[in-house]
């Protein structure tokens, strides 16, 4: 099956020379970076992964974050918590693994009903170099049969925003059954979406008649699909590259395409899978033309608004080059600087030959540097965070704040025009106001 | 190691963003990792501020752990000074920093800076925001107070004040100044500075020609306050005027201070209050029984106003901030309640789960606890959300912050007459059951006829199968408003099992009700 893998046409901005256009100046900068840790991730992935909670080990500014960031859901029994160091265990005065022993037993003696625990790594612990690798395996045979207790880190040292997405994914990549010998070729779909989105991919791969199609993380984390040489996966989300080299430490085999935003983002995306596994062309056709039609159209009620606008991402959660991509060729935005936390090329290599030339590419931050940039461009928006977000509108900015990217349901055909509803709101917003 | 899931206060350099982030010219230089930054956001989205807190982070990753983050500090340290030209920089650790031992004051001093430098050491595994505020504004003046200025003679001249406490991030601050101010200004008091809210480094440096000090929040200012005692021989006002017995006192204790008739701010206060409170519609008021949380400072204030100003049972007093302990357990001395020190939340949900108050006064959580628990609730301490930062004028403190008081707190329990019709027409479908309290009566999902709506369900699981209840005092014990039926349940069904009665009959209800009445 995998002989039959082709590279998938690039539906926008096609080039002859792809190296050259991969190797665009990229401006890197080190200095102050606005920027969420890792942790962050545990917000949307404790609601997707209904049977797993998430302790962190780490400050009270942990916790701090964590409920700063999860505003009104903390009070709905969250599935998440921190073990806040203490002054005794940086002291020697207890001992660190067996306090973790105490409090993790506490929280399972509370929430019986919980099936996957995951000890993630802040940056205190990953400083005090507390093992939580060991302390996971330990706690595991302790519980075996009743909970699994895996560890990743979401520490701001080691991981930007959404990669505590993936250090958790790639943790539960070892986790995942070996596919049987005989197993037919199977297709994974990696990265947290929200149900509703996960829902419509499913059905259309259905419709496409592929089988044996597979998610993580699944809903239910003791519900791990299999993985061997005969899984094909494709990347939902841009910032999986280490689960990605975990899956392909299993053999998978990873499609490469477009990520699914917009119209052309979701064909390319699904047209991927449908190469991959021999669909008939026709049959593609004809099984994507209508959703692909719908979100056309839907995406046309932003276009006055957005059409030649000029947007600036500041880098937040790698999701920038994708959404600039789907911005400039599907409403006509111009994209100027494009900062991104982290630039995968590997995974980024279609979307970065569909990206506009003209584009200013820049991994890496030095956050005054680039607010000198953006006053001086004054963009039409500027993407940027919640810290960002009013201060730049103070000085007669338009923003759109981009946590809201990663909680909203953005990807696939039905969403493209909420999509880029949410990019026009802004600038809507900012020509109705009269006061 | 403490499991938590909700904080009532932040880590202690939190505590001196607000303090930095409350001055003018002042800059904070905070050694900290990648992702710390993420408490800008509390500044520009909960207070709404318009300008990125004066705050440079050196956000080092793991890459640079080793020799590269003291370098990193003093790069960060050259850059913030060269653009932002501060009039003076506070330098210190987050909690991660803390650990890796690159002593910020020390690499800030081998810089020779021009500016004055301000160290801080805030220990982040033992201390917390409100600490961290307290200390650093403490720091602030003592490396700044110019011990030369001193105030004058007091001939002639008008009496001269600082008020200390307010900070950015502050529960109704920005309006308690206001409110504070106009009392002054009535008094012929002069304001030399405000501080650290909207003073500068250079104000600072001339906080001794005031002739006292004015603490307005003792968790911020106090520590401050002491020192300025010692050094400068400037007395401080403590009294908190949160209330309009407070305020009356507050105005009696600056008067004498300053030399000046109290009767120029006490006589024609604009306060409404005290009437609304006096008014028939009140009475309804008399004995609602209130439980109170929150930090020190208000919920002593708020359990004062309870008690003498609305007349309120106080069932439940408490704070989360263990430093200012000894004030709240005086005041559950006084009023007769067990104080409750915590700064875990499902214990405050239990304590009042186990009062079963008609009122909670609280934070944030304790709204949250309160709408869980179906009971009425108004916020009158931090930490609090975005909504209360509201644009419109809503102190606390003084004659105006009580009529607030009495609106904001009055407001979502069920009105006097809306609960006298409850009671005359409970078969009526309007006032049946599931109506609700009125403030959660729009949005609320409906809930079942049946015992659901009673304030602590919890409690009532071991019941739940009736066994001990007759079918007729089940109907009877229906036809007892939601708000007090859990109450009346644990109390019947305690007497029954202290007289050991086999089943609860309505006799045995009647019974129980004789027996605890009032």
Request: overall charge negative.
């Amino acid at each position: 099956m995998s002989g039959t893998l082709t590279s998938p046409p690039i539906a926008v901005g096609c080039s002859t020379n792809v190296v050259e256009r991969n190797e665009r100046p990229i401006l890197r900068e080190r200095g102050q970076r606005e920027v969420f840790c890792g942790l962050t991730g545990i917000i949307w992935l404790h609601r997707k992964m209904q049977d797993a909670f998430f302790l962190v080990v780490g400050s009270r500014t942990c916790a701090h974050l964590l409920q700063s960031a999860a505003g009104v859901m903390i009070f709905a029994e969250p599935r998440f918590a921190t073990a806040i160091i203490e002054e005794r265990d940086l002291a020697g005065m207890a001992d660190c693994q067996d306090e973790l022993d105490r409090v993790v037993d506490q929280l399972l003696e509370r929430r019986p009903d919980i099936k996957t625990l995951f000890l993630v790594g802040s940056c205190p612990s990953e400083v005090i170099k507390m093992d939580l690798a060991k302390a996971a395996q330990r706690l595991g045979r302790e519980h075996a049969g009743t909970v699994r207790i895996l560890n990743y880190s979401g520490s701001g040292i080691e991981t930007t925003f959404t990669e505590g997405e993936d250090a958790c994914l790639a943790s539960l990549v070892p986790e995942m059954p070996a596919e049987s010998a005989d197993a037919q070729p199977s297709l994974l779909m990696v990265g947290s979406l929200p149900d509703i989105v996960e829902d419509q991919f499913l059905r259309l791969f259905e419709e496409l008649g592929i089988k044996n199609v597979g998610v993580l993380p699944a809903r239910k984390a003791c519900d791990l699909p299999a993985v061997g040489p005969n899984t094909h996966f494709l990347l939902a989300q841009p910032f999986l590259g280490e689960t990605s080299r975990a899956l392909e430490d299993r053999s998978a085999i990873r499609l490469e395409a477009l990520f699914p935003f917009g119209a052309e983002g979701t064909t390319a995306w699904l047209k991927a899978a449908a190469e991959a596994f021999g669909v008939d062309e026709m049959h593609f056709n004809s099984v994507v033309a209508k959703p692909r039609e719908r979100a056309k159209r839907a995406i046309e009620h932003s276009r006055a608004q957005l059409e030649g606008k000029r947007i600036s991402f500041l880098p937040d959660s790698q999701l920038e080059v994708p959404l600039a991509r789907f911005l400039g060729n599907e409403l006509g935005m111009e994209p100027l600087e494009v900062g991104t936390p982290y630039l995968h090329r590997g995974l980024l290599s279609h979307e970065l030959n569909a990206l506009p030339q003209s584009v200013q590419l820049s991994e890496g931050q030095h956050v005054d540097k680039q607010l000198d940039r953006v006053r001086e461009a004054r963009p039409d928006l500027t993407v940027c965070g919640l810290g960002l977000a009013n201060p730049l509108e103070s000085e007669g900015l338009s923003t759109k704040w981009a946590i809201e990217l990663v909680f909203s349901p953005i990807h696939g055909f039905e969403q493209a025009g909420d999509l880029a509803e949410l990019f026009a709101r802004p600038l809507r917003r900012r020509d109705v106001l009269e006061v | 190691m403490q499991l938590s899931v909700w904080t009532y206060e932040g880590p202690p350099h939190v505590g001196a963003m607000r303090v930095a982030t409350g001055m003018e010219g002042m800059h904070y230089l905070l050694h900290a990792p990648q992702g710390d930054t993420y408490a800008d956001l509390l500044f520009t989205m909960i207070e709404r501020r318009g300008k990125r807190p004066p705050v440079t982070y050196t956000t080092f990753q793991a890459r640079d752990l080793g020799k590269d983050t003291a370098q990193l500090f003093q790069d960060a340290a050259a850059d913030c000074l060269e653009r932002y030209k501060p009039d003076a920089l506070m330098v210190g650790a987050s909690c991660t920093a803390e650990l890796i031992q690159d002593d910020p004051a020390g690499l800030a001093e081998a810089m020779r800076l021009e500016c004055p430098v301000i160290p801080l050491e805030l220990p982040s595994y033992q201390r917390k925001e409100n600490w961290g505020a307290s200390e650093s504004f403490y720091q602030i003046v003592r490396h700044l107070a110019d011990k030369d200025v001193v105030r004058t003679a007091p001939d002639g001249r008008r009496p001269m004040v600082n008020i200390l406490g307010p900070s950015a991030l502050g529960f109704r601050h920005r309006d308690d100044v206001i409110e504070v101010e106009k009392i002054l200004s009535k008094l012929g008091v002069d304001v030399n500075f405000v501080a650290p809210l909207g003073a500068s480094p250079h104000d600072i440096r001339e906080i001794g020609q005031a002739d006292f000090n004015i603490v307005l929040y003792p968790e911020i200012g106090d520590e401050a306050a002491r020192w300025l005692e010692r050094e400068f021989n400037q007395p401080a006002v403590r009294v908190v005027p949160i209330g309009v017995g407070a305020t009356r006192e507050f105005i009696r204790a600056v008067a004498a201070l300053a030399g000046v008739d109290p009767a120029l701010a006490l006589d024609d206060d604009g306060s409404r209050m005290p009437w609304w409170s006096r008014s028939v519609d009140s009475t309804y008021l008399t004995g609602k029984r209130v439980f109170v949380f929150g930090d020190a400072t208000h919920a002593v204030a708020a359990a004062r106003i309870a008690v003498e100003e609305l007349g309120f049972e106080l069932v439940g007093l408490g704070c989360y901030n263990r430093e200012f302990a000894r004030d709240v357990r005086a005041a559950a001395k006084k009023y007769g309640v067990e104080p409750l020190i915590t700064d875990d939340h499902l214990e405050v949900e239990r304590a009042i789960a186990d009062t079963s108050p008609e009122l909670v006064l609280g934070t944030q959580m304790e709204r949250h606890i309160a709408k869980r628990l179906g009971m009425a609730c108004a916020v009158i301490s931090s930490p609090v959300h975005v909504q209360d930062f509201p644009a419109r004028h809503s102190p606390q403190m003084g004659f105006e912050g009580a009529n607030v008081i009495f609106d904001t707190w009055v407001h979502p329990l069920v009105m006097g007459l809306e609960e006298h019709l409850l009671t005359m027409f409970r078969e009526d479908f309007e006032f049946s059951d599931e109506a609700g309290p009125s403030h959660h009566a729009a949005h609320s999902p409906k809930m079942p006829a049946n015992d659901s709506a009673e304030p602590a369900p919890v409690d009532v699981v071991a019941t739940a199968d009736g066994s001990l209840w007759t079918a007729e005092a089940e109907r009877e014990l229906k036809k007892i408003p939601f708000f007090v039926r859990g109450k009346a349940r644990r109390n019947t069904e305690a007497y029954a099992a202290q007289e050991g009665r086999p089943e609860i009959d309505l006799a045995t209800l009647y019974d129980a009700k004789a027996h605890y009445a009032r």
